[in-house]
Nanobody, 128 residues
Framework: QVQLVESGGGLVQAGGSLRLSCAAS????????MGWFRQAPGKEREFVAA????????YYSDSVKGRFTISRDNAKNTVYLQMNSLKPEDTAVYYC?????????????????????WGQGTQVTVSS
């Protein structure tokens, strides 16, 4: 079981930036894909971005493409989500997730069922 802890959320004005971090436990972080999801009140959890085990492959939802950047530092067991040009509709709880069932693959899951470990979430609020 991998423990995931998100940080970096907060309140920001529209047009501003935030960087989320997700620290993972264990010694196999560099072998599996990671993803970011978000969930707004009254809505289903939705895919935001994913990154392969090596960082060489990334994928984004259309709603954040060009504004958000996912990256990882395998030496620090950490995945990041840099969020720029934030909009009020980006307001949500953001979750990181790990796909530990598939190692050393470049397949990037985009649904919640593709991940087997989740963090507790961090709130991001964008004011207009």
């Amino acid at each position: 079981q991998v423990q995931l802890v998100e940080s970096g959320g907060g309140l920001v004005q529209a047009g501003g930036s935030l960087r989320l971090s997700c620290a993972a436990s264990g010694r196999t972080f560099s072998s599996y894909a990671m993803g970011w999801f978000r969930q707004a009140p009254g809505k289903e959890r939705e895919f935001v971005a994913a990154i392969s085990w090596s960082g060489g492959s990334t994928y984004y939802s259309d709603s954040v493409k060009g504004r958000f950047t996912i990256s990882r530092d395998n030496a620090k067991n950490t995945v990041y989500l840099q969020m720029n040009s934030l909009k009020p509709e980006d307001t949500a709880v953001y979750y990181c997730a790990a796909d530990t069932a598939a190692r050393y693959t470049y397949v990037l899951p985009t649904t919640t069922t593709g991940y087997d470990n989740w963090g507790q979430g961090t709130q991001v609020t964008v004011s207009s």
